[in-house]
């Protein structure tokens, strides 16, 4: 019976450590800026830059850790804003640039039409990634770039260009067409989306 005892004592000590095993962790969102113009030609390059610290910060010890699983990547959509239909407003259009890998890698992401993944480059010092594509028009539209998890910084996002192309069933939201699927965002409660014009 002592023995018995002693095993469940022993077995709820050890489950108590496993469960403290499991640090929470916050991890950041990349800092990213885009070329701040709203109106570009073909023969522009729009930059899109992004940053992130090399660490993730541990809440249970209160310090900062190395990120531990490189290459940190960000995803977002290159869309062509349409006239409006019941479900979308815009679809995807990264058939419609060409692409400069300055710093990092990109790749096309779960739909081709749209979705680009973006790896980034641990620089010298190794407490930031970073990276910078160039996008090289190759069609006067009217586009946005949709991203889905960064921060975009600039503070002028060019919404106006947005107010041409207004949904149909839903005024108040963009409403992306990825591959046959449909996602959307309000307009006033998101800050992820930067519009434009090649003219």
């Known amino acids: ?3 018995a005892f002693k095993l469940l004592v022993l ?3 050890l489950m108590a450590f496993q469960c ?13 800026s885009v070329t701040p113009q709203a109106t570009f030609s073909l023969q522009d390059t729009i930059w899109i830059e992004g940053k992130i610290s090399s660490k993730i910060y541990n809440a249970d010890t209160n310090d900062s850790i190395p990120y ?31 692409i400069i890998n300055n710093l990092g890698e990109s790749f096309p992401w779960r739909c ?11 620089n010298s010092q190794g407490d930031s990634y ?6 090289v028009p190759l069609q006067k539209a009217d586009y946005v770039f949709s991203f889905t998890e960064g921060k975009l910084t ?10 041409d192309y207004l949904l149909s069933s839903r005024p108040d939201a963009i409403g992306f067409e990825r591959c046959g699927e449909y996602s959307y965002r309000i307009l006033n409660e998101t800050d ?6 090649v003219r």
């Not at 531990?68 to 995807?92: C, H, R, T």
């Not at 992820?192 to 014009?197: A, H, I, V």
């Open 1 to 3: 019976m002592k023995t």
């Open 11 to 13: 077995s709820f000590f």
């Open 20 to 32: 403290d095993d499991e640090d929470e962790l916050i991890y950041n969102n990349f800092k990213i």
């Open 68 to 98: 531990i699983n490189p290459p940190i990547q960000e995803v977002f959509y290159v869309m062509k804003l349409i006239d409006s239909n019941l479900n979308a407003n815009s679809e995807g259009a990264l058939e419609q640039f060409g």
């Open 112 to 122: 081709d039409k749209s979705d680009l993944r973006i790896e980034s480059v641990l």
């Open 130 to 135: 970073s990276f910078k594509i160039g996008f």
């Open 154 to 163: 600039n503070p002028e996002r060019n919404e106006n260009i947005a107010q």
């Open 192 to 197: 992820r989306e930067f519009y434009f014009s």
